[in-house]
């Protein structure tokens, strides 16, 4: 479904991925697993579109370059970037007319997966007084409005409480069973071993390991995931990469990437 071939991504003097070569499948939920500063965002944002590589070829598996194969992603961003003045669902609507979607589609759509998310009764509800948990199942279902075949999800569990950190997690194992691939971005390595069916572990920028977590543990001679971590990752790990935190303007475009920044009306602004 995807492709990456000797894909690396320099910032200015500092790589921020190296060498890196996957081939991800259809009906997949791969987790990238990996400490702040690893590279994982980076590589997010280049299946995304929104990064070039400095090396290498990115491409869908029908040979379609991924910046116009966007409309196949669903993308929810760490940053959820929703309007704050709209409704859970107007935020969704919105999203969705984007891509072409008509409203009763994309209605019975949202019903399914919000009756999942246990988010059905709130969908009339302005998110500016959402918790976070909320906000990050509002942009889930954002991220599903259009029927993607693809999802990227960065660190979608972050900072969530474990009830909705639960319902998240079922929801993508079954987006799984529906056949749908999700790459999973998280450094939990017991949420990446509950979820995924295969763990991609990036070091340093670098690929460390690739396969199931039994294949890991064969692969590092140890007997869990985090000794197997650990047997990966055991030179020094670089401090976060300020010269991409500088790139200010890439991250607004990674955190809007499939929520336009086109004002809706005066005086509407955005909830974090």
């Known amino acids: 479904m995807l492709v990456a071939n000797g894909v690396s991504k320099s910032f200015g003097d500092v790589q921020a991925l190296i060498n890196v070569s996957l081939s991800i499948g259809e009906g997949e939920i791969i987790g990238l697993v990996g400490s702040n500063g690893a590279g994982k965002t980076t590589l997010l944002r280049l299946l995304a ?58 209605w019975t759509r949202t019903q399914h997966y919000a009756r999942l998310l246990d988010m059905l009764p709130h969908l009339g509800r302005h998110t500016k ?14 991220a599903l409005a259009h029927h993607p075949s693809m999802l990227l999800l960065d660190e979608p569990t972050a900072g969530l409480d474990v009830t909705s950190a639960r319902t998240v997690k079922q929801l993508v194992r079954s987006l799984g069973d529906e056949g749908k691939t999700v790459i999973y ?50 030179d020094r790990a670089r401090s976060v990469d300020q010269s991409e935190k500088a790139l200010s303007g890439w991250s607004r475009r990674w955190r809007g990437l499939f929520t336009p920044r086109t004002p809706l009306s005066p005086g509407v602004s955005e909830d974090e």
């Open 49 to 106: 579109g929104v990064y070039r590589p400095s090396e290498g070829t990115l491409a869908l598996g029908d040979g379609t370059d991924v910046a116009k194969g966007r409309r196949r992603l669903g993308v929810v961003p760490e940053s959820t970037g929703l309007y704050s003045r709209l409704t859970a669902w107007e935020n969704i609507r919105y999203h969705a007319r984007l891509h072409g979607v008509p409203d009763d589609v994309a």
């Open 185 to 234: 971005s998280t450094h939990q390595l017991a949420e990446a071993e509950q979820v995924c069916t295969r763990i991609i572990i990036i070091h340093n920028g670098e690929v460390r390991a690739d396969g199931t977590p039994q294949q890991l543990l064969q692969f590092t001679e140890t007997t869990n995931l985090e000794e197997a971590y650990v047997a990966l990752s055991s």
């Open 129 to 142: 007084g959402f918790s976070r948990g909320m906000r990050q199942k509002t942009a889930l279902l954002r």
